[in-house]
């Protein structure tokens, strides 16, 4: 069965409209995967997730929409988007969001704060579409159209990568935030190296952060993201077959991202194997 990946939002930090990113776009983390009869996941929640919500209501089957929203962290970035999320102010629709705990706070407690009447005008309780928040933890998540299995990586608050397994086998590893280089110090247990790369095992697809460029990173240590060769060397240990560069820094225009992607690709082409690489951008469908 045919497994589609569409992304509607690729930046991190904060949205950045404008001339200098309108190729891979402004929009800030959302990425769409939908099987071949139409199950959907819709993976983060920032401001992307407002494009998709237009383009689902030019659908006919939106009235009825089910759909699961699986949400990496609560960073603001990551969910900002949810409130302009068009399908929950539809009578009909079905949405299970899920999240993390903070510490011992839920994810819906956060959400409520998120529409809370000082900020947003329409609370979590008023919307037409049903909704449902519901914690992840060790047990995997299933939905109609796959299965999805968590690991915490290394980012500042409790953030989570997620591996979605589809019912025909084809597997997608999503990792937007993630600090693979030295700095920080992450709770995330004993050998975590090794468990991420078994973790992650011959994806099809992973879409992990390449935020910074080697240059970068030492300003940034301890931020919680990687650089797009750290990125290039995971894919190549956990022999995946396709990498998109996400979370693109908010200071990278258009033409700083090519050159970024022209990089990857070389250090990808100094390794065995056919490891192929790209940016993720906002419009671009990967079909597995």
């Excluded at 569409?6 to 983390?29: D, F, H, S």
């Excluded at 609560?74 to 399908?87: C, N, R, S, V």
């Excluded at 300003?219 to 995946?240: M, R």
Aim: aromatic content about 6%.
């Amino acid at each position: 069965m045919s497994v589609s990946i569409t992304y509607w939002g690729t930046r991190g930090t904060v949205p950045t409209p404008g001339a200098q990113t309108a190729r891979l776009g402004g929009n800030t983390a959302c990425v769409e995967v939908q099987d071949g009869n139409g199950n959907l996941v819709i993976l983060d929640a920032g401001t992307g997730i407002r494009s998709l919500g237009k383009h689902l209501l030019g659908r006919k089957e939106t009235s009825g929409l089910r759909a699961d929203i699986v949400l990496s962290h609560a960073h603001w970035d990551h969910i900002q988007g949810l409130p302009y999320f068009a399908p929950l102010f539809m009578k009909g629709n079905v949405l299970r969001v899920w999240g993390p705990k903070q510490g011992d706070v839920e994810m819906e407690t956060i959400l409520r704060q998120l529409m809370q009447p000082v900020v947003f005008p329409v609370p979590l309780d008023a919307l037409a579409a049903t909704l449902e928040v519901l914690h992840v933890n060790a047990d995997p998540i299933t939905t109609a159209g796959c299965t999805i299995t968590s690991m915490r990586v290394r980012h500042p608050a409790v953030t989570l990568g997620y591996k979605l397994t589809m019912a025909g086998g084809r597997s997608v590893v999503y990792v937007t935030d993630d600090e693979l280089g030295p700095g920080g110090d992450y709770d995330v247990g004993p050998n975590w190296r090794q468990r991420f790369v078994a973790f992650i095992g011959d994806a099809d697809l992973l879409i992990h952060d390449a935020m910074y460029t080697p240059e970068e990173y030492d300003a940034h240590a301890g931020w919680g993201h990687s650089t797009f060769v750290e990125a290039v060397e995971l894919a190549h240990e956990a022999g995946v077959k396709r990498l998109s560069l996400f979370h693109h820094d908010p200071e990278h225009s258009d033409d700083a991202m090519d050159v970024i992607v022209a990089r990857a690709r070389e250090e990808a082409g100094k390794k065995s194997g056919a490891l192929e690489v790209c940016a993720a951008a906002e419009g671009m469908t990967i079909r597995l």
